[in-house]
């Protein structure tokens, strides 16, 4: 069973067309959840962490936000230039590894 | 801050031989390293993990005869994959915690493109 799922897998969005990504989770006690984004044939960039259900982080058009079981990455206006794979990623208490969702891709038409 | 730098950013060799891919950080100290291995639109599955000093933790399945991990200072890790076959061809990314550094979360290097042929 998967332990981060990641929906939908894929996203075309128009410029100024704002949407959410979410990413679900079951772990037995949740160290921290991560957001990142990826272009193609880079490493992951960080974008946020949430430790806690009810926090919220932003970050010029991407909000993220934590609640017991999933997290949303809302985006608003996008522009082309969000487009990209959004991963979302958890640790777990007591470990020091990441576990990654499949990540959602996103396109942003102009 | 918190840069993780990944060497080389691609590499083609052919099949039997070995590859080393290195991991440094290059402005803080990183004890533990992690290494993943992504297939064309797949997400990021984690091979091992990396700790300074001591043996890599390998996940179930990855065979750690094959992808050899030093992590000799703590600012290197290297992968090395032995013997390697055109299945072992992927993007292979490093990553590192800088929690305890200023920044937060796990900086993560730009990934090495192999290529076995």
């Known amino acids: 069973e998967d332990q981060v799922t990641q929906s939908p897998e894929a996203l075309r969005l128009q410029e100024g067309e704002s949407s959410s990504l979410n990413c679900s989770y079951t772990v037995s006690g949740l160290r921290g959840l991560f957001w990142y984004r990826q272009d193609p044939g880079k490493g992951p960039e960080f974008l946020f962490t949430l430790y806690s259900a009810g926090e919220e982080k932003e970050k010029e058009r991407l909000k993220a936000t934590l609640t017991k079981k999933e997290s949303f990455l809302h985006i608003t206006a996008p522009k082309p230039e969000d487009s990209a794979t959004y991963l979302c990623a958890v640790q777990e208490l007591g470990d020091d590894k990441i576990i990654f969702g499949k990540g959602t891709r996103l396109h942003i038409l102009p | 801050g918190a840069v993780v730098s990944q060497h080389p950013s691609r590499v083609i060799c052919k099949s039997g031989t070995s590859v080393k891919i290195e991991c440094r950080s290059l402005?803080?100290?990183?004890?533990?390293m992690f290494w993943y291995r992504q297939f064309p639109k797949q997400s990021l599955m984690l091979m091992a993990t990396?700790?300074?000093?001591?043996?890599?933790?390998?996940e179930q399945g990855v065979e750690k005869d094959k992808f050899l991990i030093n992590h000799a200072s703590l600012t290197l890790s290297t992968l090395t994959v032995t013997s390697a076959h055109p299945e072992d061809s992927s993007f292979y990314i490093c990553?590192?915690?800088?929690?305890?550094?200023?920044?937060?979360?796990?900086?993560f290097g730009s990934g090495t493109r192999l290529t076995v042929v």
């Open positions: 990396s700790n300074e000093g001591s043996k890599a933790t390998y």
């Open positions: 402005d803080f100290q990183a004890t533990t």
């Open positions: 990553s590192a915690s800088t929690l305890g550094t200023g920044a937060s979360g796990y900086t």
